[in-house]
Every structure is written in C-alpha cells, then in structure tokens.
C-alpha cells in the first residue's frame, strides 16, 4: 500500500521537481489534500468490510452502525447473508443504527457488515497509508495541481508544464469517472447511512 510518502515523490518525478526546488512537500500533500476532497466530493467510495464491532445480542434488534460506514451493502450472520426486507438503516438519538425488525429471528455469533465508506481527505503525515485504489488518482491530481502552480509564467518551459497540467487533470478525471460510474452501478444495492 502507497503512503502519502510515496505520492509525494512519485508526484515530484512526475513533475520533474525529484530535489522539492521549486515546490515544497508540503505543497505536494496539499494537493494531494485537494484531490482527495475532489474525489470525495464527487462520489468516490472506499470498500469496507467489518465482522468484529457487532455481536448479536438475544432480542435486540437495534445495532449502532460501526464507524466510518457510509453506505451498507450487506448485513449478514456467520451463515449467511440477511435479506434486506429484515433490515433497515435509521437514525436513533442522532446515531445511525442496523435496525431489524421484529420477524427477523435473532441469530447467534458476529454481525458482518460489508460497504462503502468515503476517502480520507486530509492527510498529515507522510507515514500515512493512502486508501486503496485512489493512488493514481491521488498521483495524477495532484501533479496536474502542481504543474499548473508552477506553469505561472509565458515561457517555453511554462507552456509545456500547462500542457502537462491539462493532460494530467484529465487523465485524473478519467479515473474518477470510472469509478464513480463504477459505484453508481452498486447504487440499488447499497443503503446510505443517516447522519453520514
């Protein structure tokens, strides 16, 4: 898995800047910042799976989500997946909850729950694990970004660095595209957590 290393000299090879001259590392996880958020604000979902926060409890049929989920795709038991006409999502005291209702029969064992949560979008630390799967995202953005701050002027060398800074945002926006239709196919068969 990349870190938020990896991308910072993976962004500074792309944009020919490998000794951080012209543009700083702090710049670079900037944008690497701006990125994410773009991806974010755009749809992008990261897979996510959880089978140790919940335990069925006898007559209970109220379960707080586990954390981080943002859309639910599954709920299931140790044997099986649960069908979606014995669950639904619903907002208690302001806490998103599994709520099943009173036909289920409750089962014994883990609650496994399987979704989509959003990207991380303010990373810090360089020793940071980027979210899987949005690395060349991450890479290309990010680099589009930069190339575009350091293209500020009307020489050759400005003119070539624009034109990689459209051609980077656009293979970036390919990528998201992809995914985000990717995701909009999954949209029958995920749930939206309340309050997330």
Do not use: C
């Not at 910072?8 to 000794?19: A, L």
């Not at 810090?124 to 995202?137: A, I, Q, R, W």
């Amino acid at each position: 898995m990349a870190t938020i290393a990896n991308l910072v000299t993976s962004v500074s090879e792309v944009i020919r800047d490998p000794g951080l001259a012209e543009i700083t590392q702090t710049q670079i996880i900037t944008f690497l910042n701006d990125a994410a958020q773009d991806a974010s604000g755009q749809g992008w979902l990261i897979w996510l799976s959880d089978n140790t926060s919940l335990t069925f409890i006898p007559a209970t049929f109220s379960y707080a989500v586990p954390a981080s989920f943002a859309y639910i795709k599954d709920v299931e038991s140790t044997v099986a997946v649960i069908g979606r006409h014995y669950w639904d999502l619903r907002l208690v005291s302001a806490a998103p909850v599994i709520l099943f209702n009173s036909f289920f029969t409750i089962p014994t064992g883990a609650i496994k729950v399987t979704g989509y949560r959003r990207p991380t979008t303010a990373y810090v630390l360089t020793s940071e694990t980027v979210d899987p799967g949005m690395e060349s995202f991450l890479r290309e953005r990010a680099a589009s970004l930069a190339l575009e701050m350091m293209s500020a002027g009307l020489s050759e060398l400005d003119r070539l660095r624009s034109t990689q800074a459209e051609r980077r945002f656009r293979n970036s926006e390919l990528a998201l595209e992809r995914h985000v239709k990717y995701i909009e196919r999954l949209v029958p068969a995920l749930r939206l957590v309340p309050g997330r």
